[in-house]
């Protein structure tokens, strides 16, 4: 009876402590610009993504009649969330997304740390994971549960030596998801299967390393086999691999964009973060403790994390967020001493742990509390920018559904508010055709084809005086809307 006892009292923790991870993930979901209350502008690369899953739900393909260079998993999740609700959609698979990603990430802790412990864990990395969240809707938070995931497979084969195929499986996938996603965030895989690669050969099971490799390859053609047939079938592996591969591998190599100091800068502005900073003294205070291969393999994982994160030679701070799964290790860590701590009477350690964690994760957690509660007050209002507001209805009300229009800049959301579609698959030009100019010269060729029936011009344009010559040329009158600024010129064909 005590043992049974014992057991209820256990699983009831366990939903205990689910179910406060959730309400974590959904109070952190209001961070989300999609968020279900008052959704606000997307940002820039959210607007492109919506926009091609648009297309994609017109019939279109990404890459052969639109283009955009991330991987096609970001669409298709776009697409599905468009299909599933225009208004709530992404906001649901986001809020899924985080609740996965926090669970995934309190299981990692629990390899460490106990139950109430881990949901500290968890709530401690929340602060980060907000710096680096920009409204969400990113290739990076679609991964963050495929490499929490990856890192408590590899994790727990290394602890535990707990492996199956079902989890070789799925960590192939895993991998086979991001890859569709963005190739630069891969490099818990690296790490880890050369860690694993490596202890096979020093224990001489060579056997059983092809018995992983060939379920983890497995795993990996699961998922990717169907994004390469699909685009096989509708003709559009070329174009993928021109804009996702070709055009990527140009993009971080750009001598002016991607040259080596803006690399370094984007790498020390991504290292000199506190909890990163802490992150990487506590592994290697554990390594010199206990000479732990595992701790060897996170603190490569981590500094090869920040240096695929810099490739591109940009410190976007959504480029963060794929760090976050690899400081629950050290953060665990923390937590575990605060176990020892706990299970010795040191009420002291446990104070200044509980007062350090509290006072750094106080006030994000407020924000956020603050965040939901005004979103829910304020519920049925969109927090539209004026600015787009006005462009958008203008483009409503002057063109007709079936009508093309071109957005000369990075302005996606305009399609998107209106309703609208591009009169190029360049729908965005800035920075793409600066770095390649023979698709700065397809883009006027086809809106010279296709004849846009409104044009939406930004003073800050790369090929401004070109746009103009075209403009002159085709008849185009310039209209003044209000509250539309000095930037922004709007033009309607005659």
Known sequence: MRLKNLRTKEIAISALCIAAISMIALIFSFAAKSQIFTPSNSLTDSSVFQYVARVMLKGGVPYRDTFDHKGPLIYFINAFALWLSPEKGLWIVELIVLVLSF??????????????????????????LYQYFEGGNFTEEYALPLVAGALYIFSDFFINKKISRFRLLICGASLGAVLMLRVNMIAVWIVMSLGVFALSIYNREYKRLFSFLGYFMLGLLIVVAPFIIWLAVHGALKDFWNSYIVFNFAYSSDAVRANIYSKAY????????????????????SFF??????????????ILTLLLTCISGQFYGHYGMIIVPILIIPLAYIGKVCDNAFEKNQLLSIFIIIYLLVSSALPTWQALTNNALVSFQNRGNEKI??????VSSWVEENTGE????????????????????????????????????????????????NKPKAIILLKGFFAYDKMQQFIIKYNYVRVNVNDTGDNIELYIAT
């Not at 291969?293 to 603190?299: E, I």
């Not at 309703?419 to 920075?431: E, I, V």
Request: aromatic share 14%; hydrophobic share 45%; charged share 15%.
């Open 402 to 449: 079936d009508e093309r229009i071109i957005v000369c800049g990075n302005w996606n959301i305009i399609y998107n508010q209106s309703n609208r579609f591009a009169a190029s698959k360049y729908s965005y030009q800035s920075p793409i055709c600066e770095i390649n100019s023979d698709m700065g010269s397809e883009f006027f060729e086809e809106i010279s084809q």
């Open 289 to 302: 403790k206990k000479r732990n291969f595992l701790d060897v393999l996170y603190l490569i994982c981590l």
């Open 385 to 390: 920018d004026s600015t787009v507001l006005a």
């Open 266 to 285: 984007s790498f020390l502005h991504f290292l000199y973060v506190p909890l990163v900073m802490v992150a990487g003294g506590v592994t290697c205070v």
């Open 103 to 128: 669970v995934i990430m309190y299981r990692l802790s629990r390899l460490f740390c106990n139950k109430i412990t881990s949901v500290f864990v968890v709530i401690a990395i929340v602060p980060i």
